[in-house]
């Protein structure tokens, strides 16, 4: 067992479950369709393996049944916005059917408008955040697009305890033995708070430091 | 510019008076005297972005289109690309352009729509690809975050600017370094929200360096439609076709010279008095 593998091992067991980052990243495109006042709001995440994005969190429009849809990076304004990293805003989208179409394709509802920001992490671009329909000549577009990047802030941090969470299990998963038995203990530990669980993990990373 | 009588790197006491400055300006350069009549006639822009449509009514002819593309190998290649267009973007970009410069050239390079795994390679090959074209403009709207392509698009930039391609690429206002607008070789460009197409401002702080229009911009767009934008995206091809009207009228001005001139005809310096 190498000290990487011990090391993930704990991170995997105080990084938090996937229902909490998936609830983090739920409440953020909930407020953001709040604030925007707009029919939906959505996060995909960046598949690299896979060369994908996929859809993580969606509030308004599509709710149900889009999480875990996946299309490939290349398509469309979300691959744009995506590859380029440059946030974008564009109307009168349904003006175009093809485009349209292409849109929903890809998202299963036809916006006329839409605003989309990359979520950058340090040096890599991890997704994007759409927001979808919100109401006609309300506010300031400069000013929508400050408070989209605010947004984007917050969710690419998100999306990036996420992945590391994921890399994390997924070396966790490939381990057989103490790794996983040592990040199941760690998370408990983690979860009960108290002086003494503490106290025990502080003694669980000095004898890994000294290793 | 070095010569057989010139000292490349520096400049000796008695040679300062050999180097003649082949554009001096009438004081302090106006609008009327950068670009008044100027239709880009004979400029080159180049659009590096996801393809342009070529007979979009609002662009019109595009002379050259290549694609850069992945080999089985993970190289990347220059191969001809049909004109046409990805996703919309590099043809929103090139009706601006012709919007502004009616006359220039419009050339596009390809260097999206292959998604997003080597997609800073295909950056990074379509400038280097646009800077041996030697372009007289090339518009960049989009940028990397990638730092191991930092020095070489730095690089890059710096040939541009020694060969007297004006780059122009688009700023952004996230919480990230990204590249390669930040180069001061570069022309950096983000928005402002003034319906006037030839209203710029000069940034007193940069690295942004010039606000351009980019809210609420009738763009053209796949399928020879249009769609309303806002974003930097935007802004940058105004500045890219600017700079073409300028050149057109002047094309001895080095990137440098149509920088300044540039700032001192930005709208907050009176440019549009």
Not at chain 2, 123 to 138: K, P, T
């Amino acid at each position: 067992m190498t000290d990487d593998r011990l090391l993930a091992a704990a991170a995997a067991g105080s990084l938090g479950s996937e229902a909490e980052h998936r609830a983090l990243l739920q409440g953020i495109v909930e407020v953001a369709r709040a604030i925007f006042g707009s029919q939906a709001a959505s996060i995909f995440l960046y598949d690299d393996e896979a060369d994908e994005l996929v859809f993580e969190a969606v509030s308004g429009e599509g709710e149900g049944d889009l999480v875990g849809r996946r299309f490939p990076s290349s398509v469309g304004i979300a691959g744009w916005v995506l590859v380029t990293r440059q946030q974008l805003v564009l109307d009168d989208a349904r003006s175009d059917e093809r485009f349209g179409r292409g849109v929903a394709e890809s998202t299963g509802y036809v916006p006329n408008k839409i605003l989309a920001v990359p979520l950058l992490h340090e040096e890599d671009a991890l997704g994007v955040l759409e927001v979808l329909d919100p109401p006609a000549g309300m506010r300031d577009p400069l000013a929508d697009m400050e408070l989209l990047s605010l947004f984007a802030g917050q969710a690419a941090a998100a999306l990036a305890l996420l992945r590391r969470a994921r890399r994390a299990r997924a070396v966790l998963d490939e381990a057989e033995g103490t790794p996983a038995l040592v990040a199941r203990v760690a998370g408990l530990l983690e979860r009960r708070d108290d002086q003494k669980a503490r106290k025990l993990l502080e003694a669980l990373a000095e004898v890994l430091e000294t290793r | 510019m070095s010569g057989p009588h010139l000292p490349a790197w520096s400049l000796t006491a008695n040679a300062a008076e050999a180097l003649a400055v082949p554009a001096p300006w009438p004081g302090a350069p106006s609008r009327e005297w950068a670009l008044d009549g100027s239709t880009g006639k004979g400029v080159r822009v180049c659009i590096l972005d996801s393809g342009v449509e070529g007979g979009h009514p609002l662009v019109g002819e595009v002379q050259s289109s290549v694609a850069i593309v992945t080999r089985e190998d993970g190289e990347t290649e220059v191969v001809p690309d049909e004109a046409k267009d990805v996703c919309g973007h590099g043809t929103a970009c090139a009706g601006i352009v012709r919007m502004l410069a009616p006359e220039c050239e419009i050339h596009s390079v390809r260097v999206l729509g292959e998604g997003m795994t080597g997609s800073g390679e295909l950056i990074l090959s379509g400038l280097r690809h646009a800077v041996e074209q030697g372009f007289d403009v090339i518009n960049m709207s989009l940028s990397t975050t990638k730092r191991r392509f930092a020095e070489v698009l730095h690089d890059l930039a710096d040939t541009a600017y020694f060969q007297r391609t004006v780059l122009v690429a688009s700023a952004h206002n996230l919480p990230v370094e990204s590249y390669p607008w930040r180069f001061s070789s570069v022309i950096s460009v983000g928005s402002h929200e003034a319906a006037d197409s030839l209203v710029w401002y000069a940034n007193p702080s940069p690295p942004v360096e010039l606000f351009a229009r980019g809210v609420d911009v009738e763009v053209a767009w796949l399928h020879g439609s249009t769609l309303r934008c806002s974003g930097n995206s935007f802004a940058a091809p105004h500045v890219a076709a600017i700079a073409a009207l300028v050149l057109a009228k002047h094309p001895e001005l080095t990137p440098f010279q149509l920088k300044s001139v540039l700032y001192a005809t930005a709208s907050n310096a009176g440019g549009d008095a």
